[in-house]
């Protein structure tokens, strides 16, 4: 053996316990930082379902931390009663559905035509669009509110009717028209989700379906639709959880309809309960109901809605 080699060997006998000891520590601060970081995320959830099962007596008992000592269902029954949950429940998850669905196809429409049609102004009217998520809602509450409690279009409902004016407050309707127009619960955003996916699909392929005799329409509808799936699911699930989550929109809409955002605020009013500790406690109770159909959701999708945003991202 020539003193090289065995200058190597002794060299990487030395060297590997040293690579060793830092892919050990790197392994350990990993799992340190990310335990860490899922617990704070967590840790809420988990205080909330410790709270949805405890008794009235548990709250004031130093000894109960996590698991309750008298196990009961009896602040789920109250939130339940308090908040008209399954009424509410239906009523967020009609306004949550049919948005989304509309949003997606209004938003999808005006990306594609910032992306792939070209016409004068489009810059500014695009740079208006991101505009639109910077802007806070609260500049623009009261003439969106004058504007669908006294609704009329170019004067049409005064020409057909005896009425001056619609009054659409109390209904479903702000939030369908404001979706189908793509000006609804952060729709700047929407679009520019989309328009980025369609800029990253290659021009020949439009170009071909143009020779091909394809239009706008059908060009959109059998090549951009298909490949902005991932797109679409980004899309889906961001404006149905924060269309469920909104109480700014459907409290300034919404009078007599309740919905579960609405219905936690007045919660705290229709308890009339002396104790405020256990006031807090079911008011825990109720934003668990509220957030568990979203959890159910998460639970089946995640990682469909993990792979569209990477994809999302690559592309755009």
Do not use: H
């Not at 930082?33 to 617990?39: A, D, Q, S």
């Not at 407050?169 to 700047?188: E, Q, R, V, Y």
């Amino acid at each position: 053996m020539s003193s090289k080699t065995a200058y190597t060997e002794l060299f990487v006998s030395r060297y590997q316990p040293v690579e060793k000891g830092k892919r050990w520590a790197w392994v350990l601060i990993r799992t340190v930082l990310v335990v860490g970081f899922c617990f704070i995320i967590l840790f809420p959830l988990f205080q909330r379902l410790s709270i949805a099962f405890r008794s009235k007596a548990d709250i004031y008992d130093p000894t109960v931390l996590w698991i309750p000592r008298n196990f009961t269902f009896d602040n789920l029954r109250i939130a339940i009663e308090t908040t008209n949950y399954f009424e509410a429940l239906g009523n967020t998850a009609l306004i949550s559905a049919s948005t989304t669905l509309i949003q997606l196809v209004s938003c999808a429409l005006a990306a594609y035509a910032f992306a792939r049609l070209q016409f004068r102004g489009s810059g500014l009217l695009f740079g208006l669009v991101i505009f639109t998520i910077i802007v806070p809602p609260q500049t623009i509450m009261i003439p969106l509110y004058l504007t669908y409690r006294y609704f009329d279009l170019f004067g049409l409902v005064g020409l057909f009717s005896s009425k001056d004016s619609l009054n659409l407050i109390d209904t479903f309707w702000p939030f369908i028209l404001s979706s189908s127009t793509a000006m609804g619960l952060k729709n700047g955003l929407y679009i520019y989700i989309f328009r980025q996916f369609f800029r990253g699909i290659p021009k020949e392929i439009g170009e071909a379906a143009l020779v091909d005799g394809a239009g706008v329409f059908r060009t959109f509808l059998r090549i951009m639709v298909p490949n902005a799936v991932p797109a679409i699911v980004t899309v889906l699930l961001f404006s149905f959880v924060w269309q469920w989550n909104d109480s700014y929109y459907v409290s300034l809409f919404l009078k007599q309809v309740k919905v579960l955002s609405t219905s936690l605020m007045d919660m705290g009013v229709g308890l009339r309960e002396p104790d405020p500790v256990y006031t807090s406690m079911l008011l825990n109770t109720g934003v668990l109901l509220a957030i568990a159909p979203l959890i159910l959701m998460y639970l089946f999708v995640q990682r469909y809605f993990v792979e569209s945003v990477e994809r999302t991202g690559i592309v755009g």
